[in-house]
């Protein structure tokens, strides 16, 4: 065996380790006659840089998917990046603006032609830094969410669902995103809570008899009202049925409108109607068929329409129109509301509610089958709690804006031949789409040049919804060799934030088009917090670059850290210790290997070997053991508790085998352990490496192969996962031992508390009750002799405590250690004989205080309480030193 160097250098062996598996095709699959274990990556944004959410995730993913590996199965992990539309255009229009570059200046084909470059430029950093990770990817099947075949899939899926009636174009109040200048998702919009200003306003009532009262937050848009509501049934608002009112500054007539909707108690119970500008007062001018008045433009600043404060941005406008409103006699007071501000997730702008014309996908249809996958368990969920927030999701569905208007993405396959809003035809090329529009127009002369594309391009959820069909061709060939023989996969990893972005609308996509679900188990990952519990981002400068972390403690370190605190669901509160704990059980790992090769004699071949000797109880102890704790990590990985399982391996590595196990078998002082013991502990190692491996692949690589000669293709990461014997579990070879554990444990403080060295030998008597107990203690003794120096050991029934010892008794027994000749006995007596004067001297003034009446009875209960704990410690105290000072004699 090659010597072994001194300190664990992760660097070069991860290096080392991972062109070795990548080169030699160990993370390719191919469909084969083995059963499948097939997992998708959620493709990274593929501009995007590897940060701690990220790590966390593949860290999961690769866990998984190695474990099947060795389990037999024929993993296949498919990575890929996604497109994203809105992230992407935002970092492209950025990057021109620097170059003096405006997007409105340029065709859509030749910024189409700026955002490949840059994609070209910065894509797939992050799947290469996922390599240091150690992401066994079969990176032969990377995907990309605009390549041509997927790209050809998003048309045909939306030109099916069209077909089917699932698509349609409507006019719809949505979140408009200034910033970016497009629709975004009610998911993609967050809520802040924040402090507003309310606004009273008075509307003079046409017919002179005074005005109207009105409380609002958006003063700036009072030039699209187009109604006054009031609650058919609100006595205080009764006198200003039928009237009308007129808008302050514009002068317009607006009527004044009843609608069950307004609450009777908000303000003067009277409600401006907006509905150009708010989704409740679009849904009340729907019913009282009012006119809409949109006074926004697409960049949320006042068109002509508003007649004033023309051309001002929203913000600016509200500002000008107050004092406008004060010179005009118009506003009432202002007052501090508590209001929920929308905010864009991607550009963090201020949403704006707005009617447009979109594209939208009806989601009744699709959502049932996969709500009921997910309720009766055909999918399931770890942990089991996102079950009601998906139920309580789906059941409220509503129908989804696919449509954006940006120019990166998949361009929505609509061509348009007229002005009218059924004037469009649905193709997947222009000349398809000018055959079908001469068909519907019943025109053959129809030119081309009256054909003109959607702008608009698809969400990027529409494509991503797809990835598990996708990635496999699935649309491309429904009946390929990949697609039948991998889909559906096994299992998702993934943040519950995009529950409902991506989990839900993949499992309709999955029944939609092949008619099941595309997953079998659906993990959740919680999110990555720093000790404060703030969510890491680099705006809050919280976040550790995980390329740094691996640079200092190890890839397998991180990933050690990143598991040591992560069960499925709950956030992880990160600390940088755990991750320096993660380096320092490779050390340990390594420092362990290290040792018993230093016990091999030149010259001499070691086989590992794993065989246990029935008769000695540390053998028997550590057999039980491994085989508990690897059905244990089997059990754990059943339930998803992946954390757990790890901790199960550490333990067993850590406690059982380097502390404990190593320990017990070192031999006496300047010999070598013989020949089989060392192969014993080699084989043990074995094992135990090859179930570690999953979570820490390079340093279990590395010793497996130090452990004996193996070829190019006897990787541990394509070994056989070793399973333990179930006949090797022993309940009661793993209680005696834990009593030996035990005692030494009590000696040892022993020891501590009474500064006596290791090296000094120590008498022990340890008396019992009973035989069987006897038996047990007798049969275990060398156990405390090998990690006790002693120099007698005395084991029996009712032993007499000898004069002058110190006792502690465990679980019935007696263990005795007399301290002549270990202690100053005399030294020791004065000491204890002085904190007994002193504890004597406190308690009687203690009970002085509580003997006082005016003090029981005027001190606060609390104060009172305080003392008579004093008073029953220092009792306990002084009973245990005059028992220690009996001992002494």
């Known amino acids: 065996m090659a010597e072994i160097p001194k300190q664990f250098e992760p660097g070069p062996v991860e290096r080392h380790w991972y062109a070795h598996w990548e080169t030699n095709g160990f993370f390719r699959s191919t469909p084969d006659d083995r059963p499948p274990f097939t997992i998708l990556i959620p493709p990274p944004n593929v501009t995007g840089v590897l940060h701690m959410g990220h790590m966390l995730n593949n860290t999961l993913q690769d866990v998984l998917v190695r474990r099947a590996r060795m389990r037999g199965f024929n993993a296949c992990w498919v990575p890929g990046t ?46 290469q830094q996922l390599r240091t990770l150690g992401a066994s990817c079969d990176w032969d099947r990377t995907r990309f969410t605009m390549e041509p075949s997927l790209y050809d899939a998003v048309i045909d899926c939306f030109i099916d669902l069209h077909d089917r009636g699932l698509i349609y174009r409507g006019l719809r109040m949505v979140n408009w995103d200034p910033e970016a200048r497009t629709v975004v998702s009610d998911e993609e919009v967050l809520h802040k809570e924040t402090t507003a200003t309310l606004y009273h306003i008075r509307y003079p009532l046409t ?56 609450d009777p108690e908000f303000g003067t119970g009277a409600l401006k109607v907006t509905p150009a500008h708010d989704k409740n007062d679009f849904e009340i001018g729907t019913r009282h068929g009012l006119e809409v008045i949109d006074i926004l433009n697409a960049d949320a600043t006042l068109n002509e329409k508003a007649r004033i404060l023309v051309g001002q941005d929203r913000f600016a406008a509200r500002k000008a129109i107050v004092p406008l409103l004060q010179e005009g006699g118009f506003l009432d007071k202002t007052e501090e509301y508590a209001s929920n501000l929308a905010l864009s997730e991607r550009t963090e702008a201020v949403i704006e509610p707005r009617l447009s014309l979109q594209w939208f996908v009806k989601m009744q249809e699709l959502g049932k089958p996969a709500l009921d996958a997910v309720v009766n368990g055909e999918v399931r969920f770890h942990p089991a709690k996102f079950t009601n927030t998906y139920r309580h999701w789906m059941e409220n569905i509503q129908d989804w804006c696919i449509s954006r208007q940006l120019w990166w993405g998949h361009r929505i396959p609509a061509w348009f031949y007229g002005e009218g809003e059924q004037d469009y035809v649905i193709a997947r090329t222009e000349a398809e789409a ?14 081309a040049m009256r054909l003109r594309q959607d702008e608009d391009v698809l969400d990027t959820w529409f494509s991503s919804w797809l990835w598990p069909i996708s990635v496999f061709d699935g649309f491309k060939d429904p009946d390929n060799r990949d697609i039948r023989y991998y889909y559906p996969t096994n299992d998702l990893v993934t943040a519950p934030e995009i529950m409902f972005f991506w989990v839900a609308r993949m499992i309709m996509a999955g029944y939609a088009f092949k008619g099941q679900a595309p997953f079998r188990n659906v993990y959740y990952t919680g999110i990555v917090r720093d000790k404060q519990r703030r969510k890491m981002s680099k705006s809050l400068g919280n976040s550790p670059d995980p390329l740094d972390l691996i640079a200092q403690y190890g890839a397998d370190g991180t990933r050690a850290g990143m598991l040591f605190s992560s069960p499925a669901g709950n956030d992880l509160l990160f600390d940088e210790g755990l991750v320096e704990q993660g380096r320092n059980f490779a050390n340990k790992i390594w420092n362990a290997f290290r040792f018993i090769t230093m016990q091999m004699e030149d010259g001499r071949a070691y086989v590992p070997n794993a065989v246990f000797d029935e008769t000695d109880p540390t053998d028997r102890w550590m057999r039980s053991r491994v085989a508990r704790t690897f059905a244990e990590m089997d059990k754990a990985f059943e339930e998803y508790r992946i954390s757990d399982a790890l901790h199960g391996i550490y333990k067993l590595i850590w406690d059982d085998f380097c502390d404990w196990y190593i320990e017990l078998n070192k031999p006496a002082y300047g010999t070598r352990m013989a020949p089989a013991v060392v192969e014993k502990l080699l084989g043990v190692f074995e094992l135990l490496m090859a179930r570690l491996h999953p979570f820490m692949p390079f340093i279990t690589e590395e010793i497996w192969h ?11 990461m394509m070994a056989a996962e070793p399973a333990g014997d179930p006949a090797w579990i022993s309940d009661e070879a793993e209680t005696a031992f834990a009593l030996q554990q035990e005692l030494v444990s009590v000696l040892r403080n022993i020891r501590a508390e009474k500064g006596v060295a290791n090296a000094h030998p120590i ?28 120099e007698s050991l005395d084991i029996g029934i009712g032993l007499a405590k000898p004069r002058g010892s110190t006792t502690v008794v465990l679980r019935g027994l007696e263990v ?32 002085t205080k509580l003997g006082n009446a005016s003090f029981a009875e005027r001190a606060p209960a609390a104060i009172v309480e305080n003392e008579r704990n004093k008073e029953r410690d220092a009792t306990a105290s002084l009973g245990k030193l005059r028992a220690l000072l009996d001992d002494l004699g």
Do not use: C
């Open 763 to 790: 008498r022990v008597v340890i008396s019992t009750a009973d035989a069987a107990t006897l038996a047990g203690l007798q049969a275990g003794r060398a156990i405390l002799e090998r990690l006790q120096k002693t």
């Open 207 to 262: 017919d002179g008899s005074g005005h109207v009262t009105i409380a609002t937050v958006r003063p700036e848009t009072i030039m699209a009202d187009t109604a006054v509501a009031i609650h058919p049934d609100n006595p205080k608002t009764a006198h200003l049925k039928g009237k009308r009112v007129r808008i302050p500054l514009i002068d317009r007539e607006i009527p004044i409108i009843e609608d069950a909707y307004v």
């Open 82 to 127: 996604d497109h994203a539309s809105i992230a992407t255009e935002a970092k492209v229009v950025q990057k021109l603006r620097k170059e003096g570059i405006r997007k409105g200046d340029l065709t859509r084909d030749e910024f189409l032609k700026h955002a490949w470059e840059w994609t070209e430029k910065h894509g797939g950093i992050i799947l």
């Open 706 to 716: 130090r452990l004996r000669e193996r070829g190019t293709g006897e990787a541990l």
């Open 434 to 447: 000018l055959e079908m529009a001469r068909a519907k127009t019943g025109n053959p002369e129809l030119d």
């Open 816 to 847: 005795h250690v007399p301290l002549e000749g270990l202690v100053d006995l005399d030294a020791e007596r004065e000491r204890i004989s002085k904190e007994i004067e002193r504890l004597e001297g406190f308690l009687a003034s203690v009970r």
